[in-house]
């Protein structure tokens, strides 16, 4: 089993920036994938970005230019530095580790941007 701790959301204002980061613990193998997702109020859950733990990455479209994720394999951490915040990147964005057929997931941190 993984637990996954999240922690920096908050309020900012259109333009500014916020750093998720995510630690994981437990049972981890090598060859995951960690990212993050996050979900609007009346919206599904969608990805915002994932990186392996070679260290490819994937990026959503909206986000990419602006978002960017990064991970530390040896601390098992997953961040995520969010630039040129948007009213509508407003949601509770949730940390996620897939390995094999298991996906373990964060409680959520609420990200607000006003404009």
């Known amino acids: 089993q993984v637990q996954l701790v999240e922690s920096g959301g908050g309020l900012v204002q259109a333009g500014g920036s916020l750093r998720l980061s995510c630690k994981a613990s437990g049972s981890i193998f090598s060859g995951n994938v960690m990212g993050w997702y996050r979900q609007a109020p009346g919206k599904q859950r969608e990805l915002v970005a994932t990186m392996t733990s070679g260290g490819s990455t994937n990026h959503a479209g909206s986000v990419k230019g602006r978002f960017t994720i990064s991970r530390d394999n040896a601390k098992n951490t997953v961040s995520l530095q969010m630039n040129s915040l948007k009213p509508e990147d407003t949601a509770v964005y949730y940390c996620?580790?897939?390995?094999?057929?298991?996906?373990?997931w964060g409680q959520g941190t609420q990200v607000t941007v006003s404009s």
């Open positions: 996620n580790l897939h390995q094999g057929n298991y996906d373990a």
